[in-house]
């Protein structure tokens, strides 16, 4: 009989395995993701930059490196932990929420942001990351009641709560809180008996609150509100006010062209343009770099959103799956509705465009979701990997 050969214990083979550091989920990070998310801020800078607001620019670009700070904070934190903190996160969003509303200060009659000397925080554009987050946390919770619809009135009031506190001052991001909440049921697989149920309910607000309620002299909404909602239909006929945005970023897109105006961007030159560094940064866009730097831009966007959709196919649990469907409906819903209102198609609802819109708010939040969708890839890749348990 053979003897046994004598193993050496320190042979390689007799060793456990040792797991990988998960240092290395650094390399985990999306590199189109991360390549469209800057190519969308520098454009930014040059556009703000483009409308004699040099200023706004270096600001802008002090608001894109603090960002960017967060993108990569962001994506090496573990976003399951998230969950557990869903009743904290949900509360910090309604408190700051209300004390816009008790402390904020005044402007256009309605108060959007708080104030600290130079600092501006308008925290209803933080809400709609810690929505998403929430919200995906209080339906994973539900998983088993997807089809009960308890469960879909439930998520649709946890999501109404903070829209309706947010819709005196800031109507656009109200409407973007109800775009989160519908893509989170949608990414759970929420009945289409159920959306078409939220749909009449929504047709039939719209319908309250700009039709029966003005009609009996009660007004939800601020006289100018009322306007910007129903101007777009009609702008031509009070091109002195409530048309005069739309008329002026359509004059801009139109006359830009195939390859722009440049230095000559007479609408943008000589303030004719209003809100040129906001809301209408897209008709700057189209008028200084014609039809190729809007594309240029929309195709930023596409890229930015794909790999968002991407994100959400290969995540590792449903709760990521959930967080990366609400990020990408608010970005792409803003994207729609801002560049819709620049060429005269939607309402002005005051919604930015993602990453181009001058705002700390705005860039800030939107960069911390870019955070939060690198840390979803970089987690599904090394579960994929044995990295992570």
Known sequence: MAASPIL???DE???????EPTRGLLLGIDPILLLATLGLCAF????????????????QAIFIAI?????????QVDYSRLRE??????????????????LGDETRGSRRALQAGPIELQTSELGKVLLAVALAAFLVDRTRALGNRQTTARIMLIALIPTALVMSGDLGSALVYVAIAFAVLFVA??????????FALVLAAVALVLVAAPAIGVDVLKPYQQERLTSFLHPSDDPNKAGYQ????????GSGGRLGLGDNATQTEFDFLPEEHTDFIFA???ERWGFIGAALVLSLYALLVWRGLRILTMAKNLYGALIAGGIVAMILFQVFINVGMNVGIMPITGIPLPLMSYGGSSVLTTLLAVGLLQSIHAQARASRKGLLT
């Open 67 to 75: 960002g960017l700070g967060l993108v990569l904070l962001a994506s």
């Open 44 to 59: 930014s800078v040059v556009a703000i930059e483009a409308t004699t607001q040099s200023q706004l620019a270096s600001r």
């Open 85 to 102: 903190l869903k009743y904290g996160l949900y509360a910090i969003m309604i408190v700051s929420i209300l004390a816009v509303l008790l």
């Open 8 to 10: 050496d214990p320190k």
């Open 189 to 198: 697989g929420t009945s289409w008996k159920h959306f078409a149920a939220l």
């Open 284 to 286: 700057v866009v189209g």
């Open 246 to 253: 739309q008329n002026q970023s359509k004059i801009a897109i």
């Open 13 to 19: 083979r007799l060793q456990p395995r040792r797991r």
